[in-house]
T-cell receptor, first 117, second 115 residues
Framework: EAQVTQNPRYLITVTGKKLTVTCSQN?????MSWYRQDPGLGLRQIYY???????DKGDVPEGYKVSRKEKRNFPLILESPSPNQTSLYFC????????????????FGDGTRLSIL | AQTVTQSQPEMSVQEAETVTLSCTYD???????LFWYKQPPSRQMILVIR??????QNATENRFSVNFQKAAKSFSLKISDSQLGDAAMYFC????????????FGTGTRLKVLA
């Protein structure tokens, strides 16, 4: 089954304790992206990756790191989490063929609810 | 920079009736893509419909259709014969043409369906 898998689904942690949210897709997609969803603000893009070892900042990258060492994985790293990073996080992936005219819709993971005390 | 605006935080519709959710966007680009996503209480993000800006014909998917007005930069979603399962948060999203990789989402419209 084609899917994007995020772990953990829920996490409560404390300020300053490094954490990683994993994201894995089994569709051989080139494009992967992280979003955070906050009430009244919709989804905002944190980072995205166009392919292995190629990443770029979205609109709200401060306080986050990412890496793309393998095509299927795109972990989100919070080196020193703070309470303002309490949010619902989504990972997404999509096909992005070279020279493709059509944008393929993103497949989303089920979300990670992160609470930082 | 591109922006996406959903001016209706919440809408209600009677079951079996029709409702239209509005979305406007701002861009200087001529080639782009627009999407509507549905987020039910389960939090999943589900693609409802998509529209390529170079296509004049409005996209349709069963009971869901869009009214795409490129000159007015408007992209509304019409849901016909509303069902209880349509109750969800709906997000409008914008992406530039291939070769650019940013997505811009609106703030969402919560749709309630009344029995």
């Amino acid at each position: 089954e084609a899917q994007v898998t995020q772990n953990p689904r829920y996490l409560i942690t404390v300020t300053g304790k490094k954490l990683t949210v994993t994201c894995s897709q089994n569709m051989n997609h080139e494009y992967m992206s992280w979003y955070r969803q906050d009430p009244g603000l919709g989804l905002r893009q944190i980072y995205y990756s166009m392919n292995v070892e190629v990443t770029d900042k979205g609109d709200v990258p401060e306080g986050y790191k990412v890496s793309r060492k393998e095509k299927r994985n795109f972990p989100l790293i919070l080196e020193s989490p703070s309470p303002n990073q309490t949010s619902l996080y989504f990972c997404a992936s999509s096909f992005e063929g070279a020279g493709a005219k059509l944008i393929r819709p993103q497949h989303f993971g089920d979300g990670t609810r992160l609470s930082i005390l | 920079a591109q922006t996406v605006t959903q001016s209706q935080p919440e809408m209600s519709v009677q079951e079996a009736e029709t409702v239209t959710l509005s979305c406007t966007y701002d861009t200087s680009e001529s080639d782009y893509y627009l999407f509507w996503y549905k987020q039910p209480p389960s939090r999943q993000m589900i693609l409802v419909i998509r529209q390529e800006a170079y296509k004049q014909q409005n996209a349709t998917e069963n009971r869901f259709s869009v009214n795409f007005q490129k000159a007015a930069k408007s992209f509304s979603l019409k849901i016909s014969d509303s069902q209880l399962g349509d109750a969800a948060m709906y997000f409008c999203a914008y992406r530039s043409a291939p070769g650019t990789y940013k997505y811009i989402f609106g703030t969402g419209t919560r749709l309630k369906v009344l029995a």
